[in-house]
């Protein structure tokens, strides 16, 4: 408890003392031994005056500032650019060849009898970069057409939206089944078209995705024939030596892995899908 007293003491003595320094660094003025302060016009003269300036900051060089492009609005292009990756899911499924590669390894996976191994993750993965790897030389001609304009204020971004749509219109029209473009048509009751570049989007967007889905299902069902077959000699065998509580799976399984890896299979497999895009 001394101590405590004795320590508050001694701040008390420090706090005064300061406050007495600095009362005493004012200018004063001593008439007949009082002390005077000065005039506050007096003290406002001894101050030195530093006029304050209002205008735009100064730039900062780790500030972040977000330009309009083609001439727009910065927050018209944050809500554009907000818009457009939440699309960017739909997009890569519906208009790029992301479907059909993931399916194909799907069917791969089930016809090897594994469940979790290659696990979802590295089969999403591994179909983005293949679908990265075909879609390089439109993204490129997209880019060039239509977004390098669209920053050097030449076009608008609805010029540049037409641009962009054209390479991936020519994509799509040449994978898609004229069976499912005629089957939207008619849905939509729309007239048939001269050409395929006459097709609007609200045909050919669900035509090319059905046509995509329908063409992993063949390649599937074509990669699961073989292992298939395996299966159906190892159950035959574990059924004719009389081996009935054994699951013919746990011997098949082994089979399959290793006659997909004597073939090298992820080399034929993943050569055959690019090819099917040329």
Known sequence: MKRFLLMQGVLWILLCSASIAKASSLPTVVRSGSVRLMPLQAL?????????????????SNELRITGLGGSSGQLTIVVLLTFLTLIPSILICMTPFARLLI??????????????PSNQTLIGLSMIMTFFLMQPIGDKIYHESIIPLQDGKITAMDALERGAVPMREFMSHYVREKDVALFLEMAKEPRPANIKEISYRVLLPAYILSEIKAGFQIGAVLFLPFLVVDMVVASITTSVGMMQLPPVVISTPLKLLLFLMVDGWHLLIGALMRSFN
Request: glycine residues 6%; without cysteine.
């Open 44 to 60: 406002a003269a001894a101050v030195p005056y530093k006029p304050i300036r209002l205008g735009p900051a100064a730039a900062d």
């Open 104 to 117: 194909v390894f799907h069917f791969l996976r089930q016809a090897l009898g594994l469940q979790t191994t």
